[in-house]
């Protein structure tokens, strides 16, 4: 026995880091045409994990959002076409360079633009968080323009397309990968701010997993697998390849490519809805009741929940629940976690204020009637005023409902891949905007139609 013990070899588990990266960033991360998500960023992270003996799982936040999700801690590292800059520097780790690149303008194809000189006045699409912006708005001042900024490059390139900004700025690599797949704009500069693609860590934290990505990097390198990696998406047959996918293009080409991926993002959506008002509904009960209660601290409190809850911005509570809250006590909170305590507290907030009001709606005679009988405040309330005060209630609790699966759209911000954030994967990969929304939005009006349904059949029927 001890002998065995002496021999037998140990058995160590693989280290796993959580990685985040871009959504909509082609040639780097995309999602391909059975909807998995590919490109040079994904797949090089994959090969380094494989050859140097760890594990990955790669978050598709966006990269705004996945900066941020770094510097709170909820995840290892970013690998996102991140340019090495020296402010980037002073809060990330870097790892060696992995691609080159530089920044270029572009403009519409029937734009006069031909450079920077020609911008005086006008409005220019940045993406947020990026290289490219911060080029951009060195030059803002020099030459006169104006900025809109936007999460994902798809919009930010179908805003110029579209005629509402006249040029945007971008990668070298990323435009005329777009450009070569479809995007109907034209580079009209030099590249400029030449620099290098790095995979990032926060400052002073995870250098063994930037020496393990250093090492992996060299030894792709060396074997010729990272020439493979880049020519899989930059060939001219993998350009070609991804332009002809005309049967994405039509309507019935769009709903068989994509309509399980659609589902999964709806069948998102639902079940975060019904947590999220499952959760607001105790929580909005609780802080109604508080509310009405005969005792001014209760009912101070009740006030001050429901004017904070109801007055922060779903998109602010839901970075400072995700995001702000790990940096400042180190406690990773998952995404759905995250999304599901934003709902309770913002819908809650506003199920606290209709249930307030529907109990205080009902007239004050019913409760003096009730005590002046004997009961008890508990049993007059439970027994005379929540009956009459609920029939007032059922209604605002569905259009609450009706809210809040409007409301998880803005959840794809922390990385929820529900029925928005779905078709913004799909728009990135076909272009195909107009179609796609109209799809989304038909799903949305479907089930939003069938509550509308529920809570008049629920209103008549407790009206009967």
């Not at 520097?89 to 080159?100: G, I, L, M, T, V």
């Not at 429901?306 to 995700?322: E, Q, T």
Request: hydrophobic share 40%.
């Amino acid at each position: 026995m001890i002998l065995f013990l002496t021999v037998s070899p140990k058995v160590h588990a693989e280290e796993t880091y959580t990685i985040g990266t871009d959504v909509t960033y082609p040639p780097f991360e995309f999602a391909n045409k059975d909807n998995k998500y590919v490109g040079i960023d994904i797949d090089l992270m994959n090969a380094i994990a494989k050859e140097e003996g760890f594990k990955v799982n790669i978050k598709e936040l966006g990269f705004n959002a996945a900066v941020q999700s770094l510097q709170s801690r909820q995840i290892d590292g970013v690998i996102a076409g991140m340019s090495i800059t020296p402010e980037r520097q002073a809060k990330f780790d870097f790892s060696d360079p992995y691609y080159k690149t530089g920044v270029v303008m572009a403009v519409a194809n029937n734009s006069k633009i031909k450079g920077l000189s020609d911008l005086k006045g006008k409005k220019v699409a940045l993406k947020t968080g990026t290289a490219a912006a911060d080029y951009a708005r060195s030059q803002q001042k020099k030459y006169g323009f104006k900025t809109v900024t936007f999460d994902d490059s798809d919009n930010m390139y179908n805003d110029v397309t579209n005629g509402n900004s006249d040029a945007t700025f971008e990668d070298v690599p990323v435009m005329k990968y777009a450009i070569k797949t479809g995007t109907k704009l034209k580079i009209v500069t030099k590249p400029a701010e030449s620099g290098n693609y790095g995979f990032a860590v926060l400052k002073g934290e995870n250098s063994e997993l930037i020496q393990k990505f250093n090492h992996g990097l060299k030894v792709l390198k060396k074997n010729g697998e990272y020439k493979k990696i880049t020519d899989r998406y930059l060939s001219t047959d993998t350009v070609n390849k991804q332009k002809k996918k005309s049967d994405e293009h039509t309507l019935g080409g769009l709903l068989k490519q994509n309509s399980s991926v659609l589902l999964k993002g709806l069948g998102q959506t639902l079940y975060l809805t019904v947590v999220g008002i499952i959760a607001a509904t105790i929580f909005g009960v609780i802080f109604g009741l508080l509310g009405v209660l005969p005792n001014k601290f209760a009912r101070g409190l009740s006030t001050t929940v429901i004017y904070i809850f109801r007055g922060l911005p779903l998109l602010v509570l839901a970075l400072f629940i995700y995001n702000g809250i790990p940096s400042l006590t180190g406690t990773k909170i998952p995404a759905f976690i995250a999304g599901t305590i934003t709902l309770m507290l913002n819908e809650g907030a506003y199920t606290a204020a209709f249930v307030k009001g529907g109990i205080e709606s009902v007239d004050d005679g019913q409760m003096e009637a009730a005590r002046s009988l004997g009961l008890p405040f508990g049993k007059a309330m439970k027994k005379v005023i929540l009956p009459q005060g609920i029939k007032i209630m059922v209604p605002s609790f569905i259009n609450q409902f009706i809210i809040t699966l409007k409301d998880t759209s803005i959840l794809s911000i922390i990385g929820i891949l529900e029925l928005t954030q779905t078709g913004k994967i799909i728009i990135a990969r076909n272009l195909e905007g107009f179609k796609v929304w109209g799809i989304v939005a038909l799903m949305y009006l479907i089930i939003i139609t069938l509550l509308t349904w529920l809570s008049k059949y629920v209103e008549k029927k407790m009206n009967e």
